[in-house]
């Protein structure tokens, strides 16, 4: 059941990429990048209203087109050096401006294109079940074992575990990574903290195929081959 306040998403959506140009409209499984997250939000039943916000027209444009609304952000939270932070925080002050009472804020990242069913509202439940301040998406990994080149002993050192002591898999205790596709938090927390996670902080385990952005050049093979088998 909704509340009286509104369940907002925000999607962040850069125009300029150095990696690759125009990322958030590059073609993925047959639709712009941008088209997964913004109809991944738009199909949930919790969600009441989906933002994208961006500096570029083109993509505001395009986002507007498949039933988002939409933020002109301004040309200084949007360079390289912008975090999605600073998107979040102006969106926010928008939308309340508008005279919006915001309940709580999902975080969404359009470089995310692979999601399950239900993933949000069955996180949103979560968040609300487990009394949480800020919640992030999450993949089970257990036997990634790390190496780092020690610029003071110029030889590789194991870092999350003892090499000279490697336990068996059942003994490995699970741990869990920060997907980055998507966010749950209240607005006066970032507002304050200006972090997406604070307070009281929960995680929403997600299949692993879900942890899987768009980066670098290659990411889009990858998550353009997941997703076509998937459809298949």
């Not at 990994?141 to 780092?148: D, L, Q, R, T």
């Not at 927390?189 to 768009?214: D, E, P, V």
């Amino acid at each position: 059941m909704k509340l009286d306040k509104k369940v907002i998403a925000i999607i962040p959506a850069r125009g300029g990429s150095k990696g690759i140009p125009e990322k958030n409209l590059v073609q993925v499984n047959n639709k712009p990048l941008l088209f997964w997250s913004v109809n991944f939000a738009l199909s949930s039943n919790l969600i009441d209203d989906v933002y994208v916000s961006s500096d570029s027209l083109k993509i505001l444009n395009y986002a507007s087109s498949i039933g988002a609304k939409t933020i002109k952000r301004p040309n200084d939270i949007s360079g390289d050096t912008a975090s999605s932070e600073d998107a979040w925080i102006h969106a926010i002050k928008h939308i309340e401006h508008l005279g919006v009472e915001i309940d709580i804020i999902i975080g969404m990242q359009a470089t995310s294109p692979i999601r399950e069913d239900g993933d949000i509202d069955n996180a949103i439940i979560q968040f609300r079940r487990d009394g949480l301040d800020s919640l992030f998406s999450s993949a089970m990994f257990g036997e990634n074992f790390h190496w780092s080149f020690s610029k003071k002993t110029h030889q590789l050192e194991s870092v999350n575990y003892d090499y000279k002591n490697r336990l068996r898999r059942q003994e490995i205790e699970p741990k869990y990574l920060e997907t980055g596709s998507f966010y749950i938090f209240k607005p006066e927390l970032i507002k304050i903290n200006s972090n997406r996670l604070a307070g009281k902080i929960g995680h929403f385990l997600t299949s692993k195929i879900s942890m899987f952005q768009i980066d670098e050049v290659e990411d889009i093979s990858i998550c353009d081959a997941i997703m076509k088998n998937r459809d298949e």
